[in-house]
DNA sequence: CTTTGTGAAATTATTCACAGCA
DNA sequence: TGCTGTGAATAATTTCACAAAG
């Protein structure tokens, strides 16, 4: 019915969606949306998207649709972006310098407190207003900060020891964008981002579009796309 | 049976995890694997490995495994990365910088061949050995450099007339890192990644671990985790 | 009249379990 | 014996379609 509802894994990750159009919406003075205007905008249908949002508790209104800031209000506390969560990064190479300096995370309440790297040449330098730290002082800053995500930004063959490195500090999420998949002991969420896989499934969609791969694969598969799917996930 | 068959999407997704972990093993010079092995590194079933690679036709060998060799050239054949793509950015920003800078696309088969903004300022320097284009050269280097992929790194602000410029000029895909759903009139495939999207579901997965939504979803969603899903998609 | 919330039906994906091949 | 490929069974997700609410 309502709250206590076991929320399907494909629905968890299209609550993201939601919000990102709710804050749109807000922004653009719009109070309400219904579920057929909004399946319009993020490509999924209706039914979809009322039954994504029962899940969340009895937020629409009959007759009317769903009001914007109560959308807004809803989504982030279930997403857990109602607060502000404090992340660190580790490796200052492409990745972590791009993160650094992108503007738009404080506003989705995640603030980075800081940014680390094994690399002596790079330690000391700054990076978006944040002196790059050397990794002996990750534990303290984590303990000290009240962090609780760590952004696993190094080459891959460094990947599992920062990874290793956060968890012995005491944090409770990574972010991995490293290319595999990240052991760990206790429990720490993870989600990966992989660009070389997006990538990849640009490909196959093209080859597929084209009829490059007739022969390999029937292109039913493409009858009609649209299911967001962004976040490689694992958790124990 | 094998070839001809309908691919289901998450496992086109897993193709990609495969891919990796062939490569991998190809480089530290083993040369078998079998499903079994395959799934504990990947956090998958073996029954759920052999369905998939079944589908790539009959690759498997009964009481051996799989071929790692036989297994790269044929997941590279069917995600279309056994040629090279070109792609152009579009956006010199943060994530067009750290795109153009990351070195381990060519390895995979994609090609970054020219970057491209519309600010004047950025227009004329130099970013990874690349001078950034004014936007109205986009179409000839497209036509003329036989480039079939374009990135949209550009804010949301600017992201769909970016993709209406790529569409323009005859791109196939576009890899969207804007945190919007881009419309297109004639056909292009696109998949999106959003980093906020990514920290969003990091936070949901947190906040569930630690019981601070117990009241809102029923824990029993992370019982155990581990689906892979990296890219939100969009085809017609 | 419009639009939600939701059981029931349909579809899609995963797991089971085993015959058959090396 | 070891391991794949695959039907059959199960589970998860989406779509349908409609009663109830504003």
Redesign the pocket.
């Given at each position: 019915?309502?709250a206590r509802e076991k929320v399907?894994?494909?629905?968890v990750r299209r609550l993201s969606l939601y919000l990102r159009e709710a804050s749109r919406l807000a922004d653009a003075g719009i109070h309400t949306?219904?579920?057929?205007d909004l399946g319009q905008t993020l490509g999924?249908?209706?039914?979809?998207i009322?039954?994504d949002?029962?899940y969340l508790g009895?937020?629409?209104?009959?007759?009317?649709?769903?009001q914007v800031e109560e959308l807004q209000v809803r989504l982030r506390a279930v997403l857990g972006t109602d607060r502000v969560w404090n992340a660190v990064v580790v490796g200052a190479g492409n990745i972590g310098r791009a993160l650094m300096n992108y503007g738009r995370f404080d506003t989705a309440g995640f603030h980075m407190v800081a940014v680390f790297d094994a690399q002596p040449d790079i330690i000391g330098t700054d990076l978006a207003g944040h002196t790059v730290r050397p990794m002996h002082e990750l534990a303290d800053v984590v303990a000290s900060g009240d962090v609780q995500i760590g952004v696993v930004a190094v080459p891959a063959e460094h990947a599992q020891a920062a990874a290793d490195a956060l968890i012995a500090a005491g944090i409770q999420g990574i972010l991995n964008f490293a290319p595999l998949r990240l052991e760990r002991k206790r429990h720490v969420s993870i989600v990966s981002v992989s660009l070389t896989e997006a990538l990849e499934q640009l490909a196959f969609r093209v080859s597929l579009q084209r009829g490059d791969v007739r022969d390999l694969v029937d292109p039913t598969i493409t009858e009609q796309d649209e299911?967001p799917d962004l976040a490689e996930s694992e958790n124990e």
């Open positions: 019915m309502h399907p894994r494909p629905t949306i219904n579920s057929r999924l249908t209706d039914a979809q009322r039954k949002l029962a009895q937020l629409g209104h009959p007759g009317v649709g769903y299911a």
